[in-house]
DNA sequence: TATGGTGGCGAACGCCATTCGCCATTATGG
DNA sequence: CCATAATGGCGAATGGCGTTCGCCACCATA
């Protein structure tokens, strides 16, 4: 006792990284004392996401969990100082480990692509991440594997190192932003009429004296339609950023 | 009675529009009948985003805005239908409108810089809009005025108008997406020593097993410092994003 | 067999958003 | 000038939440 913890980082997010490095050491640990535990932090975390999949993340209360585990609410707080640790868990948990071995192959650009893809898809499996509040770059072990492999990739280009870090938070930033548009087209139900009530709803409410550019667009159908949750509409945006990178590449 | 809601758009989003619209009118409105008003919406708003300012989204509780304007919790729901109205109330609030008549002077790769820096900002000095769990895409009147600024400097270009929409969807999650990396450099209070826990606490738990390149990257003291919150970070995405655009205008 | 750390849990606390019904206030129509 | 009806503020109450505390059963170790 007395010891001062020496670094002041939220708690979760070391839990993170403890129960990574536990992961690995499958059957290894040594014997505790103590009744045989009947959570765990997997359980737990895994219940957590099965709710929050099914029904959002304000559906995931620790009573709740805990009624889904078959044990008493307060037992959690044996695995998990606060319900905020339990998020960052459920964070890092959806930011599944990819699946085969860095794909590698490729130009640079198509390798980016790809994992930009990847995490676009992860965010849309697991929409409930991005309801997570402001949690700043990402830290947990999951959540940095995909750096590592879009540094990887950008290993290949003229990039300073610096650079390439800002080049990942970029595109990480971007997928993560694009399936947050992608959520919640106003309307919360429906996806492809869900546009349709969001773009009819601005049109009829904008006016052409504060709105001129938004009404002229909305005037032809043609515009109004998707706003950010097709394939294309990704993959717009992706590419501005890798032409973006490319010209650096090229011009240093 | 018996008329169905036409829209299926949630009340705040709608409640924001009809507030901007009567912001016209200012002593316009016809006599009603009842109790003359303590509170307004525009009161409730304010106090609401002083409370946020200060100490953050989690902070604001209906019995605090309540509380600081003097009058009782329940006396609010006369104005508001939900907390989740009074928040996309307060999101509109503080997407302040742009001081002065727009920029238009200029290249449209500075005009847009421009808005992208001062929808950067914008978050910077309110935070919590970042708290604010998934909502969509911009959809409240002074949201979409920042959409309109960018719509007037993209019209300068060869883009097509579905493009210049998305265009816009960029850049505006971008700004966001960066002042949210900003924000929570892992460690909650302090800025720039924050993020020199950041990378320190990184650092102390990648191994280079898992994590070659950024342990490689670390290794160089000069590329742990900074993760997204200077100016030159910004503008390395933002630029990225402005030379993509200009190729595409280019190239059609 | 004693020991002491461990994990599950019941009870309780304070805060929260929200609903309901009562009442004072006020413009309007007669 | 009065009756009406709508309006806005509020007290009381409800159910859910995260979290703390203390008790007790469990079990490897000495």
New binding site residues.
Partial sequence: MGEQHRTRTPSGIELAWRAARTRGESGTG???????????LERIVAAAIGIADREGLA????????AA??????????????????VVLMRDAAAAPPSGPPPEAGHWRAALAAVAWQIHDLHRRHPWVLSVPASGPPSTPNELLWGERMLAALAHTALTPHDQLRAVTLIYGYAREQARLALDPVVAGAGADGARDYFGFLASVMTPDRYPRFCRLFADEANTGSIGHTAEDFQFGLDRILAGLAELDRDG
Same sequence: chains 1, 2.
């Fill in positions: 040594e014997a505790r004392s103590g009744p045989r535990p009947a959570l765990s559906a995931v209360s620790l009573a709740r969990v805990a585990l078959g044990s008493a609410t307060t037992s959690l707080y044996r695995h998990v100082r606060a319900k905020d640790d339990l």
